[in-house]
């Protein structure tokens, strides 16, 4: 690499709207009035807002500059570690955003919605053949809102046995959100410990389990980038006390066409459409979390349901032990338009080397970084892999620095401390939309910083440099917060 990404070019600066502007300017010629106009009532809607008065130049250049500020996916390599932020054709966009789906509202009747209702029911189906799942529902509107139902599932059924299971089982490799899930459904999570191999071992899984556990939230592969290959002998383990067996999916875009979870003992999983199924992911959503089950949860899946009737759709909540709704519409549909048109372009094969291409390109980081980074678990990974700061210490370098001196080199940083698993975590999800080049410079710019961390260790300790905000006062932040009345 002859010369890092990042850049000190020009970068503006831009002030509040409420800063810019003049009284009288206007960016848009208003259309005649065929009606006397008429001051707005302040008793019947408060204050009247101030808004700022700009020209079209004003607005044009106030969100040009600010999307200065910006990094997204399609400005470069985005190796977020169990978050799979690849790029995402833009042709699924362009099939999102037809006006017969987007102009369709939620209280139409059936017979004016076929299309779209014939696309979720078609899509439900697809998610259950790409996981080996029976059915599926795509009301959950987030990956974490699904794993709540899926763990809200597993609570009806075994309700409805005459059973009142108080724990279940959490490995120390699981999100961050799944022992949150089952507190909600008046679980107590008991943690599980991984093996040496940064997995879960039948035996650890076998001395916790008993007939008050309901069953076991296991992230598959887990935030190690591992495979969980005894899922098989632990499903046995906690079926046979009882209990059931919760996939957290969200790591899907790595075995998508491979791991059939429903023919491995996987009762229920969730999935991230916005993470394997080409909606772009960030800035606060909108996602989707559809969770797939084999039948003996069928019953209780939430309402409505798209039900198919000599060849027309509809929508029915005929169903006495569902555990009713979850999100009001399908508010979300968006996201599904998107996961659709990516599986019917990919098709079955080319969403299968997709996966072999984000496991591949994950061992080829992992490879090329073990001499420069400590590697934990030196093993082949699946989607991501995790490096530490371990080697860093000796400088006093942490795994902190390094973050935001990849920020000055035109990178995004890698998650960083997760998993908890390992101190001064480094995961990177490199995806597989990432080419050998983009792959070569993210390995090359970590070897020179891994230089300077020795050479030159202030350096690495002032960045970032480039960026429109440098370092943060993160400990004054947490000691002294600015919180709003």
Known sequence: M???????????????????????????????????????????????????????????????????????????????????????????????????????????????????????????????????????????????????????????????????????????????????????????????????????????????????????????????????????????????????????????NAVMGIVEMGKIGVDVMHLNLHKTFSTPHGGGGPGSGPVCVKKHLEPFLPVPRVVQEEGTYRLSSEYPDSIGKVHGFYGNFGVMIKAYSYIMSMGPENLKKASQLAVLNANYVKESLKTVFNLPYDRPCMHECVFSDKKLNVHKITTLDVAKRLIDCGFHPPTIYFPLVVPGAIMVEPTETESKETLDEFIETCKIIANEAEETPDLLHDAPKNAKVQRLDEVTAARQPCLAD
């Open 2 to 252: 002859k010369e890092i990404l990042g850049t000190t070019g020009l970068v503006m600066n831009e002030p509040l709207l409420w800063e810019k502007g003049g009284n009288g300017r206007c960016g848009f010629s208003m259309p005649r009035r065929d009606v006397e106009s008429s001051p707005i009532d302040e008793g019947l809607v408060g204050p009247v807002p101030d808004f700022p008065e700009l020209s079209e130049v004003d607005v044009v250049r106030h969100y040009t500059r600010l999307s200065q500020w910006n990094y997204g996916v399609d400005t470069g390599m985005y190796p977020l570690g169990s978050c799979t932020m690849k790029y995402n054709p833009k042709v699924n966009e362009k099939y999102a955003s037809l006006p017969g789906f987007t102009g369709a509202h939620p209280l139409l009747p059936p017979s004016m919605v076929q299309g779209a209702l014939k696309l979720m029911y078609d899509l439900e189906r697809f998610l259950s053949e790409i996981t080996g799942m029976d059915t599926t529902t795509l009301q959950p509107a987030a990956g974490a809102q699904g794993e709540l139902m899926g763990t809200m599932l597993i609570y009806a059924f075994l309700r409805s046995k005459g059973e009142h299971r108080s724990k279940f089982l959490i490995p120390d490799t699981a999100h961050g959100t799944n022992p949150a899930s089952v507190s909600l459904c008046d679980f107590h999570p008991i943690p599980v410990k991984s093996n040496e191999d940064g997995i879960l071992s039948p035996e650890a899984v076998a001395e916790v389990m008993d007939e008050d556990v309901a069953g076991i939230l296991v992230t598959n592969p887990n935030t190690l980038g591992f495979f969980e290959e005894n899922i098989r002998e632990i499903g046995e383990i906690v079926h046979g006390k009882g209990g059931l067996v919760y996939c957290d999916g969200a790591n899907m």
